[in-house]
Structure formats: structure tokens, C-alpha cells
């Protein structure tokens, strides 16, 4: 059976340990000069710099090439930091372009993800687990408020700036080697795994 293609971002399901992922993520933010709309599922990066409080620091959405990563985005609020669900907004999926924004990180240096390759120059072979790839970014969905962030198959290198190392394919019924087939990722660049800071 051929895999679904339906793109879905990058899904925390655990940690490297196996110990199953339990919601935890801390708030981050981002600021309403920053022109790119965020998305669940989304890869953001550190930008170097925080909100007026100093507590809360600034995110981008991540790019190809971006040096380092910091996490997952999961959730939104334009209200404040500790409220997950804007009271004039309930409907907010994801974090509008030009927009002051609380983004809710899943930032744990070993959380493991699950998501779908592009297999744009072919699919990727159970030979590349253990191998890094990049990521593109694609256009994400304004109704289901998913990210469309997918891995790049035709990057899958040695090259220890690539952001998410492979781990294994998804282990599932509906799941196998192939066209846009699922796979557990790491985040290989991760900030706080990194000696340089931003």
C-alpha cells in the first residue's frame, strides 16, 4: 500500500530515551517585525535576542541553512505568555505573519519527531538511517493550522549541519520505505547542544 502524502511538520513523539513525549515545551516569542507566518509543527531557531521582559526569547521559523535549531512550535498566544488560548481569538492555529506572538516550544535537545519525507529525487533508503538531512519548508495549512515542513530526501548526507539526523522509519502498519514515507528524527543542531552561541 502506497504511503499517504499529506505533510504534517515535524511531530514530537518521545524522547531518545523511548520515554513517550508528555506535552512539556516552554514559551518563547516572537515579534510582530518578523513577517513569516508560524505553524504547528513548525522547526524554529533562536534569533538572539529576547521580549522587553528578558524572559521570553525570540524565535524564528526555521530556514535551510540556519546553523542551529531550538525546537517544535505547538502552540500560540497573542494575549500573554501563560494563556494557551486567546480569549478574542479561539480559532488561532497558528502565528500570523507580522504578529506579536507567545510560541510554545517543545525544546528538549532529545525529543524525537516524527515526520514525512518529500521524496523529491527519490525516496530515502533504510541504508540513510543514522544519516542527517535538511528540511523544506513548504506552505503550511491556515485551516488545520499544521505546518507543511518535510524532510529534504535528496539532502540526506554526512554533513553534521544538516538539522535532524534520521533514526529509524515510523513503525507502522500504514508506513513503509518509500515515496512519502514517515520517519524518527533528532534534532541534530539543537542550541542548547551547541558551544557557539547566536
Known sequence: MANQDKPFGLKPVSFISGVPWNGECNVYYCPSSDSAAIFKRALVTLTGSADDTGKYPTVKQYEPGDPQCVGIAIGFSTVAPQIAA?????????????????????????????????????????ASVGLNCELVVGSGNTTTG?????????????????????????????????????WLVRLNTHSYHHSTGL
Open 86 to 126: 486567546d480569549p478574542s481569538n479561539l480559532n488561532l492555529k497558528y502565528r500570523i505573519a507580522s504578529t506579536s506572538t507567545y510560541i510554545y516550544v517543545v525544546d528538549a535537545p532529545d525529543i524525537v519527531c516524527e515526520v514525512q519525507e518529500d521524496s523529491d529525487g527519490g525516496a530515502i533508503a533504510a
Open 146 to 182: 499544521l505546518s507543511a515542513m518535510e524532510l529534504d530526501s535528496s539532502s540526506v548526507a554526512t554533513t553534521a549541519t544538516l538539522p535532524v539526523q534520521l533514526l529509524r522509519l515510523a513503525d507502522r502498519e500504514d508506513n513503509e520505505i518509500g515515496n512519502q514515507a514517515k
